[in-house]
């Protein structure tokens, strides 16, 4: 998925306090995944995890940059992985839903989603 056009431009960016937060399964696909890394390759489940982390401060950073599907929710590739972060944003907070696998079980996570205060 791609920026949406005009994000930034449209005076969205956040004000650096944006928060985020794991859905406890998506806590769990991160670490899982960075363990299936680690065990093919010594430093690959850290490198992993960095390219999650620079994921995150584009997220913290400007959380509309991606465009939203029909249900509100975004998706973020993580780079140079085959993984994306599922994610909503509720006022300040960026509420990671899911750490997917860009090619397994598409949409299995729909059923996190359930919208709540945050």
Do not use: N
Not at 27 to 50: H, K, M, N, V
Not at 57 to 67: K, S
Not at 72 to 81: E, Q, S, T, V
């Amino acid at each position: 998925m791609y920026p949406c056009p005009g994000s930034d431009a449209e005076g969205k960016r956040a004000s650096g306090k944006t928060l985020i937060d794991y859905h406890p399964q998506a806590a769990e696909e991160l670490i899982e995944a960075a363990r299936f890394y680690e065990s093919r390759q010594r430093g690959l489940g850290a490198r992993f995890l960095d390219a999650v982390e620079d994921s995150l401060a584009v997220l913290r950073t400007d959380p509309l940059m991606w465009c939203h599907d029909e249900s509100g929710r975004r998706r973020c590739r993580i780079r140079k992985f085959p993984y994306m972060l599922i994610y909503r944003v509720w006022g300040t907070t960026v509420y990671i839903l899911a750490v997917a696998h860009t090619s397994r079980r598409s949409g299995y996570w729909e059923s996190r989603d359930i919208r709540h205060e945050h």
